[in-house]
């Protein structure tokens, strides 16, 4: 099914509360978003979500772990063509045809689904997702009862379970971890967070610019690896002005995105396996 991004399902009302739902019924939508440079991979490639790995795009790996996923109900995915998706398609409740920044493509999405309950939003690329590791996601955080949570995976269990994967780490008290390319939100903060989702985005590669978003002080404890999980939290929690946690999780397919040439092997052993 299709719905354009310029006509969005509006927005349920002030008195409806997508955490206190989500955590009713254990449920929340999804947005996959896509779109992005194939450059890397194939530059025939209208979109990197389109990739083909393994026999499907990547995007439609993505699809099919979040339809098999007990705590998702509706998703949509953002791409930024309608040619040629392929039966993919019927895995998901609204494709929505756009091509802007991350944060408008995110925003498309949210657009083509109800908002009452919590949304998770997904990258097209990481095709080992599993259902499992979605509702275990889920689980923990509407267990924290945040507006919004970011995944960390451990060097150790992305070694393990990916390792032929080359993947960059920072170091916690802890120990290392890389980031997940799954995160779970009230889509209530999508508008006041609007700029800032575009600058993590745009970030995320940059040390230089990061230290300028997150603060010296708190980029100095990050690159000398002083820092508690805790004290992530809290400043997520400043910068969004919403309760924020991050969640640990052992199932390294949430990370496990596909950028480049040397990416594909470890995830086509993965899959067909």
């Known amino acids: 099914m299709s719905l354009p991004s310029e006509n969005p399902i509006p927005s349920p009302g002030p008195e409806v509360d997508p955490l206190r739902n989500s955590q009713e019924s254990g449920q929340v939508d999804a947005v996959i978003l896509a779109g992005g440079s194939a450059e890397a991979l194939d530059p025939q490639c209208p979109a990197k979500g389109l990739f083909p790995v393994a026999g499907r795009p990547l995007v439609a790996w993505v699809a099919a772990a979040l339809r098999e996923a007990k705590s998702i109900r509706k998703i949509a995915v953002v791409v930024p063509t309608d040619k040629d998706l392929g039966d993919w398609t019927k895995l998901v409740d609204a494709v ?28 097209g690329d990481i095709p080992a997702l599993t259902p499992e590791a979605v509702d275990d996601l889920v689980a923990q955080t509407l267990a924290r009862k945040v507006a919004v949570c970011y995944p960390l995976i451990s060097e150790a269990d992305m070694t393990e379970q990916f390792p032929d994967s080359v993947r960059t ?17 009230d889509p209530r903060l999508y508008a006041p967070l609007h700029d800032l989702t575009q600058q993590l ?21 990050l690159l000398s690896g002083r820092l508690e999980p805790v004290d992530v939290e809290k400043r997520l929690s400043h910068i969004m002005d919403a309760p924020c946690a991050a969640i640990y999780t052992h199932y390294a397919s949430i990370g496990a995105d596909v950028d480049k040439p040397a990416d594909i092997a470890p995830v086509e052993s993965i899959l067909g396996s």
């Open 96 to 123: 929505v045809v756009y091509d802007g920044s991350f944060s408008e493509n995110l925003g498309a999405g949210i657009g083509a689904l109800p908002k009452d309950l919590q949304l998770v939003g997904v990258t």
């Open 169 to 185: 780490f920072f170091k916690l008290k802890s120990g290392r971890y890389t980031g997940g390319n799954v995160m779970l939100g």
């Open 201 to 221: 985005f745009e970030t995320r590669k940059s040390p230089v610019k990061m230290l300028q978003l997150i603060g010296p002080a708190f980029a100095i404890k």
